[in-house]
């Protein structure tokens, strides 16, 4: 049976890469390092920088606040969830939780964090534009 499959696989394979041996295409691209230097240049002469840091902190700034907004809604779940666990659970359990908390002050610290280095970034890249 599995000779079988691996036979039909290989056969399949072959007449695959035939075919495409076959039907193979010519290419007939121009390929002078002149013309594509001349290209590229005539490209960055013409580009205009039309990107600046407050358009594009415009454009972030309520994507920031949103995952924001969710991450302290989960954190504030998640805080509650653990508080009722360690007040309702014995010796042994309230080890557990106490380990648990450690991460949640892990993530509390880097998504209030990380928003505050969003924020220091754009306000010095913005400080630098000018």
Known sequence: MRKAFNKKVL????IIGIV????????????????FYNQSQE??????PTI???????????????????GLVVLVCV??????KYMTSGADEKANVKQK???????????VGATGIFNIVV???SLLEK
């Open 52 to 70: 600046t840091v407050p358009s594009v902190w415009a454009e972030l700034k309520p994507i920031a606040s949103i995952l924001m907004g969710i």
């Open 79 to 84: 805080g509650s969830i653990l508080g009722v």
């Open 20 to 35: 495409s041996i076959v039907f193979a295409v010519s290419i007939f691209a121009d390929t002078s390092v002149n013309n």
């Open 11 to 14: 056969m399949a394979l072959a």
């Open 101 to 111: 908390l450690i991460w949640y002050c892990v993530a509390a610290a880097l998504i």
């Open 123 to 125: 306000d010095v890249a």
């Open 43 to 48: 490209f960055i002469n013409n580009a205009t």
